[in-house]
């Protein structure tokens, strides 16, 4: 298993990673991203949460000073942050891995299972089970006290 | 670096969860996921996707037309540091796409179902059943009226024996908890098998 540990600098290489080739390919990044690559959403899933580590500095962008305001309390998620700054998810992954890069926010993603590449194979199995049994039923403990 | 928030706003980063909402469009997936979520639910741009379409008639130059595809989700605080996020499929087939990020690491799915229009869930069913992700089938009774037996639900849409179906109401919090509850409960027989 090559399982990543969470908040382990998740889109700090993002570019050793293949992984782009499947991710949605038809988008593009534009505007704000600058032609940077997005990372992928395996690095930077929807439900990866985000704090700051510093506050909005001159020169910055107004997504960023908006993420880093947002994040300034506490933690929200990457797809929290895409809707509350009006950027589409994959534009704001970029935004997201820009500051983490910078030491502004840091991440804490999920362990997600790996993405089975084996060169397009008609049988995709990207979807592992969550394998963790503990987590699942105090999840389901937890839906019950709702 | 600019002077860091305050030591106190850095406490430990909540386990995140997630359970995918899918169905056709307007089955009331939004509907569903404010019943249970914290926060009202938000809307993001989850994908664009560009389409060269040729030549312009007017100009003779390339015309790229953007798609966004929207996305609705909601957030629920459980006990423990757990965060379940709901994320709703964006509504129509050709962005099922889409799809592989959302249930990359999700616990299952649900399948909201308008018996008026079954077929609009045919390829949600068929999405999570090939890929052998846990998912229950919950007919949402519009008004609280049933108006089709499980029965009949079940064998129109041929889900195996081993997936629930069952009747939600999207609007009323114990019948989506309960749809959830369902939901996980599978996901860990699953696990066990």
Known sequence: MSARHPGSHVAAGSDDSNDDGEDLPTVRPYAVAGGRRAPSATELPLEALVQALSTPLTGMTRECRRILELTASGWLSVAELSAHVRLPVPVARVVIGDLQRQGAVRVHAPVLPPADRRSGTADRREWVPTSDRRLLESVLDGISTL | ?193
């Open chain 2, 1 to 193: 670096m600019a002077s860091a928030p305050s030591e106190t706003a850095l406490e430990a980063a909540p386990t995140t969860v997630k359970i995918v909402i899918a169905g056709g469009f307007a089955v009331g997936k939004t509907t569903f996921i404010g019943s249970l979520s914290d926060i009202e639910p938000l809307s993001t741009e989850a994908a664009m996707t560009e389409h060269s379409v040729g030549l312009d008639d007017a100009g003779g130059r390339d015309r790229k037309t953007t798609t966004t595809v929207a996305m609705d989700f909601g957030r629920i605080a459980l006990p423990g540091n757990l965060w379940l996020y709901l994320f709703g499929t964006p509504g129509q087939d050709r962005f099922l796409f889409m799809w592989d990020d959302l249930v990359r690491g999700a616990i299952g799915a649900v399948v909201l179902v308008d018996t008026e229009r079954l077929e609009q869930c045919f390829a949600a069913v068929d999405y999570f059943e090939q890929r052998g992700i846990p998912f229950v089938v919950a007919v949402n009774c519009f008004d609280g009226i049933a108006r089709h037996e499980l029965d009949d639900v079940r064998e129109a849409l041929a889900v195996p024996a081993h997936v629930p179906v069952l009747y939600t109401d999207a609007r009323a919090r114990p019948a989506t908890k309960q749809t959830l509850v369902t939901l996980v409960q599978m996901a860990v027989q699953q696990l066990a098998a």
